[in-house]
């Protein structure tokens, strides 16, 4: 009997001690999850945001899907040795799969899509398919399941910035008009983002506020639909309402139902919130979300909202590079949406002041970083010479004052001369062809202002061009081989290819201008204009 008590005595003391240690455990894991949630950390066992497959794999292989991983890594390594992309391609889907939150995963493989496995391809159309692949896998995947890594932010912005925006690869125009495009579908050319932003956010917002209202069922009637999902489908795969929908919604509905359903569209299909793309447009000035420098921003503003602390070096640089390549180029004008060949875009030059305060900015947040300090002298001194060259005068003096003040040895020289003297270093030492190619070129700015109605613009790079013309001739006129045909040739012949090349409305507008321009010119000047020489 003793020993019977003695061993259910036993039993109990265990019983006891075990339920004390999973107590005690269950606080330690308590604690641990409060320490992970505060701090902003991650593990292995975390998922967030996952499809079903992800789930599936997670709770069914458990542990040893992280073996598995690493024996896929290790695999994909290989291959990437190898050159073997495509096989690799596979193998980092799976280890996504397998580990969601591993983001060098995601990393490595969009990537080798964007930039690897696109060069090896040799249409621009399947170059694009994986560049687009790449945007996606980090966009749609690997943000969803790791919120708050500023990489992925980074290396997403990095793709539109330099894949898309630089000229680095010989498909670059294809890239751009590809991007212009799929956003003119649903931008258009002059956006109401204060209207997107103000629509229902979501399907629920949007029901809660139109379901019960009798104008909307009529019109979906109308367009012979039962249901949002039916409307939402056709807008989707048309990228528009049905007309029937929108004939039969009164006037004071079209524009509300026209914003949301574009809104939903930038959300859904393209991760884009309108919200902060209007917060972006407000702090910054209004970009052309056509172009990939935009995309850049919009990223690297989107990873600094999401990083704990708000701050990130990486995605604080990108958004200063972004704002100068906008600046630079962050206007479109023309998109070839037929052989994708050309892309005329211009300086959004609007948005000056805005990336002067960036740079101030990045610089005091940054500990007076100097790198910061050089890339805003560069860019002051670029800024001078472009607001000079498109008819901003007054601005380009008031830049011109500012460099001044950082480097006191621009003081004693006139702002023209230095303007000039930029245009001489990129011609002094060139051949008789370059030197044609850079006169072509601004002649050709020359006449798209014009034909766009900018004509300051259009006479300031005329005049640059007459200077280059006049430089180039005067220093190398008794060079052999360094001649160059007549100016006035040069211009006619440039005239006559925009007539040509020019969509038809544009070529009218030129044409209307150009006789407009010598209509105001004196007979004398009409006369001889095609003698003289600068």
Known sequence: MIGKIKKYSFYLVLVIFTLAMAFLLNRTERRLDGMIESEHLRYTGEIRN??????FTTVALGSLRG??????????????????????????????????????????????????????CSTPEERWKWVQEGVKLLRDRAIVYNPEDPILYRDLGWIFQHK??????SANLYYKNQLAMQMNRILGSNPDWEGFAAAPANEKEFLAKYAANSSYQAALSAAGMDSYEKLWTYFRNEEK???????????????????????????????????????????????????????AIYWATMGLKKTPGNRNLDC????????????????????????????????????????????????????NDPTFRS???????????????YGRESK???????????????????????????????????????????????????CTFLAYGELDAAAANEKTAAFVYAYYTREFKDVEGRSLAPYADIKRT???????????????????RLAEEAAKKPPSANTTQQKEEP
């Open 316 to 367: 604080e640089r990108m958004i200063t590079q972004a704002m100068y390549d906008a600046f630079k180029s962050g206007r479109l004008l023309l998109l070839d949406d037929k052989k994708f060949e050309d892309i005329i875009v211009i300086p959004n030059l609007d948005l000056i002041d805005a990336v002067k305060r960036t740079y101030e900015e990045t610089y005091k947040q940054n500990d």
């Open 241 to 295: 309402l049905p007309e029937k929908f929108v004939n039969a919604l009164p006037e004071k509905l079209r524009k509300p139902m026209e914003d949301y359903f574009k809104s939903e569209y930038l959300r859904l299909e393209y991760k884009l919130d309108p919200k902060l793309i209007l917060e972006i447009n407000n702090r910054y000035g209004n970009l052309d979300w056509r172009l990939p420098e935009s995309q």
């Open 67 to 120: 073996v598995i991983a690493d024996l896929l890594w290790l695999r994909a390594l290989s291959l990437q040795d190898k050159g073997n992309y495509f096989e690799m391609v596979q193998l980092a889907r799976w280890m996504t799969d397998l580990q969601p939150n591993f983001a060098g995963a995601a990393n490595y493989l969009a990537w080798n899509m964007a930039y690897n496995i696109s060069v090896t």
């Open 396 to 446: 380009a003096k008031e830049y011109y004052r500012e460099l001044a003040r950082e480097e006191p040895r621009y003081r004693k020289i006139p702002m023209e001369n230095f303007v000039m003297s930029e245009w001489v270093q990129n011609i002094k030492d060139a051949s008789n062809k370059k030197a044609t190619d850079v006169i072509v070129g601004l002649l050709f700015q020359s």
């Open 375 to 389: 890339a805003k002298i560069n860019f002051i001194k670029n800024a001078i010479t472009i607001l000079y060259n």
């Open 494 to 512: 440039v005239v006559e290819n925009c007539l040509q090349a020019f969509p038809p409305a544009l070529s009218a507008a030129l044409r209307q």
């Open 50 to 55: 996952a499809s079903p497959m992800v789930v």
């Open 164 to 169: 898309m925006g630089n000229i680095l690869d």
